[in-house]
Nanobody, 121 residues
Framework: QVQLVESGGGLVQAGGSLRVSCAAS????MAWFRQAPGKEREFVSA????????YYADSVKGRFTISRDNAKNTVYLQMNSLKAEDTAVYYC??????????????????WGQGTQVTVSS
């Protein structure tokens, strides 16, 4: 069992930046998802612990950066140029399989409690 604990959400103005963190008790393949009110959960970004290969949704490419600190077992999501449509609860997720589609939330075993990110326009 892997425990995931997010932190770092908050309120920011449009155009601003925010960083969210996810501390893990292990090193599964890690991803960030988000869910806005009335919408389905959607993939944001993912990263491999080994090698650091990254993945991004088109909607955040060029604005968000995912990274990891292997020594701290922590994954970060740096969010720049935030827009009102980025407002959502952000969840980190983990899984052991690496062959399934990274955007498929049903393939992730472990989930954090979520952290609210609100972007005011």
């Amino acid at each position: 069992q892997v425990q995931l604990v997010e932190s770092g959400g908050g309120l920011v103005q449009a155009g601003g930046s925010l960083r969210v963190s996810c501390a893990a008790s292990g090193r599964p393949f890690m991803a960030w998802f988000r869910q806005a009110p009335g919408k389905e959960r959607e993939f944001v970004s993912a990263i491999h612990w080994s090698g650091g290969r990254t993945y991004y949704a088109d909607s955040v490419k060029g604005r968000f950066t995912i990274s990891r600190d292997n020594a701290k077992n922590t994954v970060y999501l740096q969010m720049n140029s935030l827009k009102a449509e980025d407002t959502a609860v952000y969840y980190c997720a983990g899984r052991w399989i690496t062959t399934a589609q990274v955007v498929d939330s049903s393939t992730y075993l472990y989930w954090g409690q979520g952290t609210q990110v609100t972007v005011s326009s």
